[in-house]
């Protein structure tokens, strides 16, 4: 039988942020030595991918990335220096500028997928060796306090 805990949420807050903080270095990482790609390259090509017709608004793109404009720009021109995506303005509105994901950006995220979930997943379930500084069932606690929240 599983042991109920009440956790208190900034506590859990905290582990949890803790928790995606050494996660993302570890795929940050392991992203740049295996791909040359950043984590957060790899998460607005993959918007990008997931997204109709392959585009999104940049303001759009640095919101769902967690990144301000000047960053998603700065982003945005190291993925064009790769060809991986371009801009291009909106035809209803010329101030809109929109990131599109090329071909070449698409197969890159296509191959880099299966390889990122394994990574991933195995830093999530090894976290105990990955990630010794973090007490485990802690940290399963807090997203668990969290999770419930989110059910709210």
Same mark, same amino acid.
């Given at each position: 039988?599983?042991?109920?805990?009440? &956790?208190?949420?900034?506590?859990?807050?905290?582990?949890?942020?803790?928790?995606?903080?050494?996660?993302?270095?570890?795929?940050?990482?392991?992203?740049?030595?295996?791909?040359?790609?950043?984590?957060?390259?790899?998460?607005?090509?993959?918007?990008?991918?997931?997204?109709?017709?392959?585009?999104?608004? &940049?303001?759009?793109?640095?919101?769902?990335?967690?990144?301000?404009?000047?960053?998603?720009?700065?982003?945005?021109?190291?993925?064009?220096?790769?060809?991986?995506?371009?801009?291009?303005?909106?035809?209803?509105?010329?101030?809109?500028?929109?990131? &599109?994901?090329?071909?070449?950006?698409?197969?890159?995220?296509?191959?880099?997928?299966?390889?990122?979930?394994?990574?991933?997943?195995?830093? &999530?379930?090894?976290?105990?060796?990955?990630?010794?500084?973090?007490?485990?069932?802690?940290?399963?606690?807090?997203?668990?306090?969290?999770?419930?929240?989110?059910?709210?």
């Amino acid at each position: 039988m599983t042991e109920t805990r009440t &956790v208190e949420l900034s506590s859990a807050w905290t582990q949890a942020a803790a928790f995606t903080a050494a996660v993302d270095a570890k795929l940050g990482k392991w992203l740049t030595d295996t791909y040359g790609i950043g984590l957060s390259e790899y998460r607005a090509m993959n918007h990008l991918r997931l997204a109709p017709d392959k585009e999104l608004r &940049v303001n759009e793109l640095a919101h769902k990335t967690g990144l301000n404009q000047s960053s998603m720009t700065r982003l945005l021109s190291r993925l064009e220096a790769k060809s991986l995506t371009y801009r291009d303005t909106c035809p209803d509105d010329g101030r809109g500028v929109y990131a &599109v994901i090329s071909d070449e950006g698409e197969a890159l995220v296509a191959r880099m997928r299966e390889d990122y979930d394994a990574k991933l997943r195995s830093l &999530v379930i090894e976290s105990a060796t990955h990630f010794p500084e973090l007490d485990v069932r802690q940290t399963a606690d807090a997203l668990r306090a969290v999770a419930e929240l989110l059910k709210n």
